[in-house]
């Protein structure tokens, strides 16, 4: 089975700091990658997902990610948070042709302004 | 255009009590789900269906039953509702799998108190 792993469980930041957050996952098939976002009170939304192709993927609101194959990771990125975007993101990965999505523990970020 | 709608949003239940979780989804998706969330273990899978009548266990299904009788409509029963089943459920639904190209639609979720 597949399995997850965000080792920042939260992370403070200042306004316009750069963010990168770290997703590592275990599986050694072909993956179908996807960061989610949380926003304090609402419902998980997707913020960008990787099927295929380049490798470096953007999203909603400035953030990118990129894969890399050989460290099993798909890291977050954004060159300049903002205090809008204090939320929970959860990394989730999907084995390609299987009908379960594994979500990571999930990273709280707060923004100070 | 309502998306996907969770009855109810909060619930308290004693030990034993059983109670039905309602997902609605008005977007004609094959594939629903549900996940619970916890602090500290992110959301996790306790079943999903591919379509009417078919459906399956995800990573935590045990104390937890569902039925797909129509498109719509992905209830989950808490057949006698334990301490530990203290959560936030989650329903979640998408066109043709998790693995195509269209997202997971979550709903607002039920924050469920077993006491």
């Known amino acids: 089975a597949q399995s997850v792993s965000q080792h920042n469980h939260h992370v403070i930041l200042s306004e316009a700091a750069s963010l990168e957050l770290g997703c590592n996952y275990s599986?050694?098939?072909?993956?179908?990658l996807f960061w989610y976002v949380q926003y304090p009170g609402q419902h998980l939304q997707l913020l960008l997902k990787y099927f295929s192709g380049d490798p470096l993927v953007k999203g909603i609101k400035g953030f990118e990610a990129e894969f890399i194959k050989s460290k099993f990771s798909f890291n977050l990125r954004k060159p300049s948070v903002q205090w809008s975007d204090t939320a929970e993101y959860f990394c989730?990965?999907?084995?390609?042709?299987?009908?379960?999505?594994?979500f990571g523990t999930g990273t709280r970020l707060t923004v100070i302004p | 255009n309502a998306g996907v709608t969770q009855t109810p949003k909060f619930q308290v239940l004693k030990t034993g009590q059983s109670m039905t979780l309602q997902c609605a989804q008005d977007m004609n998706h094959e594939y629903m789900s549900w996940y619970r969330q916890d602090p500290g273990m992110g959301l996790r899978l306790i079943h999903y269906?591919?379509?009417?009548?078919?459906?399956d266990q995800g990573e935590v299904p045990n104390g937890y039953n569902v039925s797909r009788s129509t498109t719509e409509d992905f209830p989950l029963r808490l057949l006698s509702a334990a301490p530990s089943q203290t959560s936030v459920y989650f329903c979640?639904?998408?066109?043709?799998?998790?693995?195509?190209?269209?997202?997971?639609?979550f709903g607002n979720g039920t924050r469920l108190t077993v006491t």
């Open positions: 599986y050694g098939g072909t993956v179908n």
């Open positions: 989730a990965v999907n084995a390609r042709g299987a009908n379960n999505l594994f």
């Open positions: 979640a639904s998408t066109d043709v799998g998790v693995g195509g190209n269209s997202p997971l639609h």
């Open positions: 269906s591919v379509g009417a009548g078919i459906t």
